[in-house]
């Protein structure tokens, strides 16, 4: 699930969102125990306002019930003992340091988007934090009132019109869209080519990178699969995404 800082009306939607699907995870049920398939009138009741293109919807819906397995049993078990050994600082500062790297894909996507203030600030952002902030572990930036500018090729793609295309659900990576996988790939691209880390020559150091990326990217997200007993969780997690997305194309 994508995990990144929201701007404000970004964190209005994940309020929303997090009501709406988090409700029951302080009573979490066992993992035998998941929401009931809904009846077909209920579900022809609740669908008709949150529908979204999802051709491949019974594909999905298999996917989204391997990712509640190798989430509940893989993903969040690392997850749970990084955090209890990693000081609080210390995750903070792996945090900072993987944010600081990926305001390159922030700058190149708000200059594509022909953002010219949002780019002054992702520049400012990286050269404050990478000098000041000590290569990143820290983040002076957002203290001076720079505050993250979070695009991604995905964004671009929408900005110049590119639709959502067909509602996915990739494993271990979750909700997402074919015009946003695209956008990961595109990202991806750009970082590999780049590389400022220079990972290529230096396998332990990408495989290191690449492991605290996943275990921060999920340490980020409140959500857990079927948490909240609603039997309509793949219909609205599919809605939020969408919106959600929409709405960070529009900003």
């Known amino acids: 699930?994508?995990?990144?800082?929201?701007?404000?009306?970004?964190r209005l939607f994940l309020c929303f969102a997090i009501v709406m699907l988090l409700a029951g995870c302080s009573s979490r049920p066992p993992a035998e125990q998941v929401a009931p398939p809904p009846t077909q009138s209920a579900h022809q009741e609740q669908d008709h306002w949150i529908r979204v293109a999802d051709p491949l919807e019974a594909f999905n819906r298999r996917v989204y019930r391997f990712n509640y397995y190798a989430d509940e049993y893989v993903v969040l078990p690392i997850v749970m003992g990084y955090r209890k050994v990693m000081?609080?600082?210390a995750e903070k500062g792996v945090s900072n340091f993987i944010d600081n790297i990926l305001e390159?894909?922030?700058?190149?996507?708000?200059?594509?988007?022909l953002k010219p203030k949002a780019s002054l600030i992702t520049l400012g952002r990286f050269v404050t934090n990478t000098t000041v902030g000590l290569l990143g572990l820290f983040d002076p930036a957002t203290e001076l009132g720079?505050?993250?500018q979070d695009e991604d090729f995905g964004q671009t793609l929408g900005f110049?019109?590119?639709?959502?295309?067909?509602y996915l659900v990739l494993p271990l990576i979750g909700p997402t869209n074919l015009r946003d996988?695209?956008?990961?790939?595109g990202d991806n691209t750009l970082f590999t080519g780049v590389d400022p880390l220079n990972l290529d020559d230096h396998q332990t150091r990408e495989y290191v990178f690449k492991?605290?990326?996943?275990?921060?990217?999920r340490t980020r997200v409140p959500f857990r699969y079927y948490a909240s007993g609603n039997p309509f969780e793949y219909e609205w997690v599919r809605f939020l995404y969408t919106q959600k997305?929409?709405?960070q194309i529009k900003e």
Do not use: A, E, H, I
């Open 1 to 10: 699930m994508n995990t990144r800082r929201f701007r404000p009306s970004s």
């Open 160 to 166: 110049y019109g590119v639709g959502n295309g067909p």
């Open 245 to 247: 997305r929409l709405l």
């Open 146 to 148: 720079l505050q993250r």
């Open 211 to 217: 492991s605290l990326y996943g275990v921060d990217k």
């Open 104 to 113: 390159l894909t922030n700058f190149s996507n708000s200059l594509l988007q």
């Open 181 to 185: 996988s695209l956008g990961m790939l």
């Open 87 to 89: 000081p609080d600082v």
